[in-house]
């Protein structure tokens, strides 16, 4: 059993709904839930461990003067190169404004102009101004700071961290729990939290790869569990590369925010020539995955890339850009005066687990929203500041979805031993995991082949077959079902880029839909092919 550390008086065992994760999406939840009552379970303290407090551009909402929900939706649906759902896209913009407000009323502190209106910046690809932000590039961390304070304040919520969730237990049809290891996942015993309701809200999959933007517990281990419980995964070969994370060495690494070249930031390479006026009109600006390609470009030819923002913000850099500041000064590169070495890195998940317009997953009594989730709105490439904006909408939507459709509580006996059946390692350390990351950032990449899908494929079997660690398993199940989904789109769209099928192809103007049964048989066939 739990200790009494973990039960606050007000609960008494009587919750029946569980949120996986304390990033943005599961906070929201349960705030929207009070007061009936729920448990966060999250692998690291709530505001660490959560690509949300690291977010640096802010949240879209159509707010402006000018601005419509149709522009906004045009926006995403452009950027999602031809597969969005545009359904689900009207409904997420379209409630957007009353999340912000409902932002606000949690404390936020979203910069205002001096009539006390909400500043609206512009990003790439919006054809607004439409993002409200704090402080320059401080929005996650405040948005999360914000929340975490009206979460501690809420008796309805209860949050136990350093649980890592390993398992989604299944009875029939139905989701009827999860089973949890404490202290960060490092303890010998694992719980078992019956629920009625579980909330899937673990974040991406950043950690799949050797760079990454995102910190280590966004390691697909939501996405592998769910699909191993037998729900539906939607379009996983959609990764989104960010085009500059500052090249320092670091694990993850730093970014530097599109809002710098937004204000006017040029990429150069080591000969100081500015290589993406040669490949799309666009230059600095043209949509993530090409910028993203072109700064690969560059890297892997020695030339390196660099973000030049010496001229464009130069001595302003300090107050506008804080935290990437901080960053590079940590690093020795002062950006006032010196261009900043950059490189692609994993930066968001377009796929996820299948959601509907209520963030119903595909199995009865799992809901799931953020990223871990694909609920179609990003199509093949997310438009900046669509995802916080993506997490807020559905979390909300699945916390009236719960409340219409599940009665008062009923008292259950949470927090049982569930006894031991695996080591107790940080299994994020370990060497098969570094294995795996340097796998999928050679073969499952910026760019991929038919031939290098094909080796990564194999070598996840490998991988799987000789480590048989359950949190392991969640993870490399994720790599597998972005494996084969890239494998199988002889194309090239959005995100997913395979210079043996550079354009797009029209029979592959849909998205992708895929059960780990699935997933298992194309590998092995793909085991049982010829060597490519
Ligand atoms: C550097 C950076 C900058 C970004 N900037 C922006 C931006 O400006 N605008 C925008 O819209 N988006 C931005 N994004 C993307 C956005 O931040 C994320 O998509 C969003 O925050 C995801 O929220 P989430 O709640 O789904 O996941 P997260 O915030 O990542 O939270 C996931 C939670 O789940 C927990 N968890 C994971 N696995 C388990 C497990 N097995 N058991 C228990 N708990 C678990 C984690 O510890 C964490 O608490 C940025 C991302 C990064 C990395």
């Not at 799931?368 to 438009?383: D, I, M, Q, W």
């Amino acid at each position: 059993m739990l200790t009494d550390h973990f039960r606050p008086q007000s609960f008494n065992g009587i919750d029946d709904i569980v949120i996986v994760g304390g990033g943005l999406a599961g906070l929201f939840c349960a705030l929207k839930l009070a007061p009936r009552p729920v448990t966060i379970l999250a692998a690291a303290p709530i505001g660490y461990g959560a690509s949300s407090a690291w977010a640096q551009g802010g949240i879209a909402a159509a707010m402006s003067k000018g601005d419509t929900f149709e522009k906004h939706v045009a926006d995403t649906v452009a950027a999602g190169a031809g597969i969005v759902d545009e359904k689900m896209t009207r409904m997420m913009v379209a409630e957007g404004p009353a999340r912000i407000h409902d932002l606000l009323e949690f404390g936020v502190p979203f910069d205002r102009d001096l009539e006390g209106k909400l500043l609206l910046s512009r990003e790439a690809a919006h054809s607004e101004r439409r993002i409200v932000r704090v402080k320059g590039d401080m929005a996650g961390k405040s948005i999360m700071e914000a929340l975490i304070a009206a979460v501690r304040n809420t008796p309805s919520i209860r949050v136990i961290e350093g649980y890592v969730v390993e398992e989604l237990v299944r009875e029939g049809r139905f989701i009827s729990g999860v089973i949890a290891r404490p202290d960060a996942g490092q303890s010998k015993s694992r719980v078992s939290f019956p629920a009625r309701a579980v909330v899937l809200c673990s974040g991406g999959v950043g950690h799949l790869y050797a760079v990454t933007t995102n910190p280590w517990e966004a390691c697909g281990q939501g996405v592998g569990m769910a699909a191993r419980a037998g729900a539906i995964i939607a379009d996983p070969e959609f990764v989104q590369f960010h085009p500059t994370a500052i090249d320092i060495g670091k694990d993850p690494a730093p970014l530097a925010t599109e809002a710098l070249r937004g204000d006017g930031a040029t990429l150069i390479n080591s000969e100081g020539r500015r290589f993406m006026l040669d490949i799309h009109p666009d230059g600095e600006l043209a949509p993530r995955d090409i910028v993203s390609r072109g700064v690969f470009a560059e890297v892997q030819a020695g030339r390196g890339a660099f973000l030049d923002c010496t001229k464009a913000v130069g001595r302003h850099f300090p107050e506008m850009f804080p935290t990437v500041y901080a960053s590079c000064m940590a690093a020795g590169i002062d950006p006032v005066r010196q261009p900043i070495p950059v490189t692609p890195a994993v930066h968001y998940h377009m796929g996820g687990v299948l959601t509907d317009g209520e963030g119903r997953t595909s199995i009865d009594g799992l809901w799931a929203a953020g990223e871990v989730t694909s609920t179609g709105v990003h199509g093949a490439n997310r438009l900046a500041s669509n995802s916080l904006l993506e997490a807020v909408v559905f979390a909300a939507r699945i916390a009236e979805n719960i409340k219409g459709s599940l009665p008062a509580p009923k008292l259950t006996a949470w927090g049982d031993n569930a006894g031991e059946n695996d080591d107790p390692v940080t299994v994020e350390d370990s060497p098969p995991f570094k294995m795996l990351r340097q796998l999928m950032s050679d073969c499952v990449g910026v760019v991929r082949t038919r031939e290098s899908l094909t080796r990564a494929i194999r070598g996840i079997a490998e991988l799987e077959r000789t480590n048989k660690r359950l949190r392991f398993a969640n993870i490399v199940t994720t790599a597998k079902l972005i494996a084969i989904a890239a494998l199988q789109r002889t194309e090239s769209r959005g995100g997913h880029f395979r210079a043996d099928c550079p354009d797009e192809r029209p029979e592959w103007r849909r998205r992708t839909y895929l059960t780990l049964a699935q997933a298992e048989r194309l590998a092995a066939e793909v085991a049982e092919s010829e060597p490519a």
